[in-house]
């Protein structure tokens, strides 16, 4: 999949000893995606290939072994001189796994856990041969150093650092509050940096005072941060730096949503993937393929059209998804009409479905919760609260992504904190 226009700073990674050139500090995920490598990964127990679908550290499709250590999300690592980025849970090649065979031979499904159990000698053999074919990245060579690990206070924590967050942070920095906000990913935006063309423009406001605000240190940013748990007033965070236990006087959570997938034959097939994905991979000058199809399904919104938009020759296509074909890359889709089935060719499938809200930490802060089609929706109470010093805000409790709804629940969180 080629790039837009040529690295600015170019530099030399390997994946599985083949340099790829990459632009410095963006994802080693996207690089190797730009540069055609796109089955990063293998599934465990049987060992289909995976290629990324959602670039926001969700799926396992980028999972590798990078500098010597396992299990990397190369979607959160940036691309520096050098790094080394290796297949891992494979026995040959990325290309072709022997391992796969356990799909092949198990069709109907395995659980590996009981195979030939109680029968003596061959026992302890599947024992070792489930333990390879079920795992993962092996231990690193090196043991790692021991990392910090303290706790501390803060006036106010946002965790997320996408439109809702930016917008509450913005906000609460304005009624004097110190304010700090963590996100996992490499930089800050989230979704609004997704967003092409004439949809980006609303965006850009928000974008440009949360930028002055950090720049006028009156909101402080830590990126490749995880807020791993919410523990009665307590934030457990993880970082490049350590491990902490925070205590905020005002705690907001703004989460986001993950990526809507469907159930359909293949969906696991390299090259499919959100439409959020390929909408940040545009923002970086990626395009996702040559033959691209966008399944938009009703609740979905707005990534497909704006790639649409942004790439003319992508084709949309609305109805409900059967099957996508292929292997190590996904070959055609197809798709129910009223006229029966509908098979298109690509290199491509984008899938804009209703994003599910990551309600995960509010409901250990003590949300209510109600389930709808798409998951479980956070419902706060007024202003945005949880309980006391907690608010959720954002697609996380059900608000619309729009910049006037974003902002005027970010002035409800500011007053009722």
Request: with cysteine.
């Amino acid at each position: 999949m080629p790039r837009l226009q040529s690295p600015r700073e170019p530099v030399t990674i390997y994946l599985d000893g083949e340099a790829v050139i990459a632009e410095r500090d963006e994802p080693a995920a996207v690089a190797l995606i730009a540069a055609g490598r796109l089955a990063l990964s293998r599934s465990p127990k049987f060992h289909r290939p995976r290629g990324p679908a959602c670039l926001r550290a969700a799926c396992d499709g980028c999972l590798a072994r990078v500098d010597d250590v396992p299990n990397v999300m190369t979607c959160r690592v940036r691309a520096s001189e050098g790094m080394r980025i290796e297949t891992q849970n494979v026995l040959g090649s990325r290309g072709t796994d022997l391992l796969r065979m356990a799909d092949w031979f198990f069709p109907d499904g395995m659980n590996h856990h009981e195979l030939f159990a109680g029968v003596p000698g061959v026992q302890t053999v599947m024992q070792a041969l489930a333990r390879r074919v079920a795992g993962l990245g092996n231990l690193p060579r090196v043991p790692s150093p021991p990392r910090a690990a303290r706790r501390r206070d803060a006036d106010v924590l946002v965790v997320g650092a996408g439109p809702a967050g930016m917008s509450a942070a913005v906000e609460l920095a304005r009624c004097g509050r110190r304010v700090e906000v963590l996100d996992d990913d490499l930089a800050w935006g989230g979704s609004a940096r997704a967003i092409q063309g004439d949809e980006a423009r609303p965006w850009g406001s928000l974008l440009n005072e949360f930028g002055e605000a950090v720049s006028a240190l009156r909101v402080a940013v830590r990126l490749r941060a995880t807020a791993a748990g919410v523990y009665g007033d307590d934030v457990l965070v993880s970082g490049d730096d350590g491990v902490e236990v925070v205590t905020a006087r005002t705690l907001v959570l703004a989460p986001g949503a993950h990526d809507g997938v469907l159930a359909f034959e293949g969906n696991d097939v390299p090259g499919v993937m959100s439409a959020r994905a390929a909408c940040h991979l545009l923002a970086r000058g990626v395009t996702v393929g040559k033959r691209v199809v966008v399944v938009t399904v009703d609740g979905g919104g707005p990534y497909g059209a704006v790639y649409a938009r942004a790439s003319p020759s992508a084709r949309v296509l609305h109805g409900t998804l059967l099957r996508a074909s292929g292997s190590g890359r996904v070959k055609a889709v197809t798709i129910a009409t009223p006229e029966g089935p509908l098979r298109v060719s690509c290199d491509a499938l984008l899938v804009d479905a209703p994003r599910a809200p990551a309600y995960e930490l509010c409901a250990q802060a003590g949300a209510d919760l109600s389930h709808e089609p798409r998951g479980f929706v956070v419902r706060p109470r007024a202003g945005g609260r949880i309980r006391d010093g907690v608010f959720a805000v954002g697609e996380v409790v059900g608000t619309p992504l729009q910049p006037d709804s974003v902002a005027r629940e970010a002035r409800a969180v500011a007053e009722n904190a």
